[in-house]
């Protein structure tokens, strides 16, 4: 996914899309911001990402482009122009960050039976 196709998604979520000239040259700066946050909660520090123009491919999971960064975007975009809207927008791309990170961090493990026996009531007191 590219950074054009980040910003297209935060377009259409301000409603803004025949505005795009007026947004397009703050966009890159503010990915190159937002992007090692989204790094960060990925697990993939170890790489820099380099947004220079919005022709730039973003290698990160598509959970995180599709999902969390149009908000974040969209939320810097409109910081001075809708103040109120811009706090939505940031408060989505806070909990999908969020979200996302649960998810990555969380792990399945088998849970073993302590108590032993009582998986088929050869032990227990109703028998």
Same mark, same amino acid.
């Given at each position: 996914?590219?950074?054009?196709?980040?910003?297209?998604? $935060?377009?259409?979520?301000?409603? &803004?899309?025949?505005?795009?000239? #007026?947004?397009? @040259?703050? !966009? +890159?700066?503010?990915?190159?911001?937002?992007?090692?946050?989204?790094?960060?909660?990925?697990?993939?520090?170890?790489?820099?990402?380099?947004?220079?123009?919005?022709?730039?491919?973003?290698?990160?999971?598509?959970?995180?482009?599709?999902?969390? $960064?149009?908000?974040?975007?969209? &939320?810097?975009?409109?910081?001075? #122009?809708?103040? @109120?809207? !811009? +706090?939505?927008?940031?408060?989505?791309?806070?909990?999908?960050?969020?979200?996302?990170?649960?998810?990555?961090?969380?792990?399945?493990?088998?849970?073993?039976?302590?108590?032993?026996?009582?998986?088929?009531?050869?032990?227990?007191?109703?028998?």
């Amino acid at each position: 996914m590219t950074a054009e196709n980040i910003f297209e998604s $935060a377009l259409k979520l301000m409603d &803004a899309v025949e505005d795009a000239a #007026e947004y397009s @040259a703050r !966009a +890159s700066g503010i990915l190159r911001v937002l992007l090692p946050e989204l790094q960060r909660a990925a697990g993939t520090e170890d790489t820099l990402l380099d947004v220079s123009e919005l022709s730039y491919t973003v290698d990160l999971p598509e959970q995180l482009l599709d999902g969390v $960064a149009p908000y974040g975007l969209a &939320a810097h975009l409109l910081l001075e #122009e809708n103040p @109120a809207l !811009a +706090s939505f927008f940031q408060a989505r791309y806070e909990e999908g960050l969020a979200r996302f990170e649960r998810r990555r961090l969380a792990k399945w493990e088998s849970i073993s039976n302590v108590y032993g026996g009582i998986e088929f009531s050869s032990f227990s007191r109703w028998t």
